[in-house]
Each structure stands twice: as structure tokens, then as C-alpha cells.
């Protein structure tokens, strides 16, 4: 994992030394080597992004597709295997403190794109599409194995294949402090309101009010969570 823009103790930077281990110790010439290679490795992988925030960190085995439209923010995390694809008309922003687990595909599928508030949590293996434009908040959990998905198939035509009917993109809003839990599928053209909780394995057809619960297939409101607190 490589880290952009973090002064750590044992830099050195035009002569001055930072030494790891305090100081009154100096840093062994094994030491410097092993920092220059990493500092080398650095920018080479953060090379040709729109912006690399200071903090940052990019895991091994990232797949990073058309760089000039992705923004990473600052002291958020990419884990490896990652996938990333800014081609659309907005590009792919990824806000600050994120962390984007192992596996994931953020692809902008050549639509509107991509956009990631701060503090928000991608979890492992997830697929998040931008055809119609995709928007999650801030402060968001989204668990493992999630589906994301801002377009649909038409299929009115029995005289024609579905793959060549087009498609309808309507985009998907997701507010901030919304958990969607583990397998969710959200459909094009939903809106999942602020601080809502999405029950793991549930298909997401309709909108969703705000500080909702919603579970099943189709996902439906179980009850607020004001409730809850009463």
C-alpha cells in the first residue's frame, strides 16, 4: 500500500533528515534506498489522476482506466484489486477518508459518472455503475457484494433482442448515512433517503424515504427508525 503526501520520520528531503528513529539516530543507507523506491513506485501509480489527495493510499493490482477524470480526495484508502474507470461526462470523484475494499469495480460505463461523499465505506467485491449517474452520500455503509446499477434494459419489443432495444438511464441518489447491507441491489431511477438502512439481499425498486428500514424483494419500508427511538 503506497501512501501520497504523508511526512513520516526518515524523508530526506534536500538534506534534511528525518530520522524514523528519533533524533538523535540517523538512517541507515538501506533505509534511504528502500524510501526512494517507494517514493519512485508512488508516482508511478498516482501518475496522470485529475487529483490525488494528500494522506491517500493505493493498494497493489488497482486498474486504473482513464485517470484524467478520477479524483481521489484526501487520506482515503483503495485496496487492491480495485477497479476504476472515470470514462463518462462527470469522471469518478471519490470524496475524502474513503475506503474502497478489495475487488470492488467502480466503472462510469461511459455515462454520467461516479460520485463518492467523505467518511463513506465500499466494501468488498461491490459493482458500482455510472450510466445515469450515480450518487452516494457522505458518511455511508456499503456493504460486500452490492450492486449499484443507474440504467435498465427496454424490452417492449418481442420482434427485436433485448440487448439491442436500448436502455433508459435515470440515476440513482443515495443520501448520506445510509447502510446498505450485504447483497443489496439498488435498480435505476431509486432514491434511498438520508439515514436509512437497507436489509442485507434486498432489491431496491422504489424509492426510500428517510430514516427508513426497508428489507425483501422488492425492498419495502418495515418501519422509521424515529420509531425506534421513541
Known amino acids: 500500500m503506497v501512501g501520497l503526501g504523508t511526512k513520516r520520520e526518515g524523508d530526506v528531503r534536500g538534506g534534511e533528515s528525518l530520522s524514523c528513529a528519533g533524533p538523535n539516530e540517523t538512517i541507515s543507507g538501506e533505509g534511504v534506498r528502500l524510501n526512494m ?49 472515470g470514462l463518462s461526462q462527470r469522471g469518478l470523484e471519490i470524496g475524502d477518508r474513503c475506503q474502497i475494499r478489495y475487488g470492488t469495480f467502480l466503472d462510469c460505463w461511459k455515462g454520467l459518472g461516479i460520485s463518492i461523499g467523505s467518511d463513506t465505506y465500499i466494501g468488498p467485491m461491490c459493482i458500482i455503475q455510472g450510466q445515469g449517474g450515480t450518487r452516494i452520500g457522505s458518511n455511508c455503509l456499503i456493504a460486500g457484494h452490492t450492486y449499484i446499477v443507474p440504467s435498465n434494459h427496454v424490452f417492449s419489443s418481442v420482434e427485436k433482442p433485448i440487448r439491442r432495444q436500448g436502455e433508459t438511464r435515470r440515476g440513482i441518489e443515495i443520501g448520506d448515512d445510509v447502510w446498505l447491507g450485504a447483497g443489496t441491489k439498488v435498480l435505476d431511477g431509486v432514491t434511498v433517503g438520508q439515514g436509512s438502512v437497507i436489509g442485507a439481499g434486498s432489491v431496491v425498486t422504489r424509492d426510500i424515504p428517510d430514516f427508513s428500514v426497508a428489507y425483501g424483494v422488492p425492498a419495502r419500508v418495515a418501519r422509521k427508525r424515529e420509531e425506534e427511538s421513541a
Open 37 to 85: 523506491l517507494s517514493r519512485l513506485r508512488l508516482s508511478i501509480v498516482t501518475r496522470g489522476y485529475r487529483s490525488f489527495g494528500e494522506g491517500s493510499s493505493i493498494g497493489r493490482g488497482v486498474r486504473s482506466l482513464n485517470r484524467g477524470q478520477i479524483s481521489i480526495g484526501e487520506y482515503s484508502r483503495i485496496d487492491d484489486g480495485v477497479y476504476l474507470n
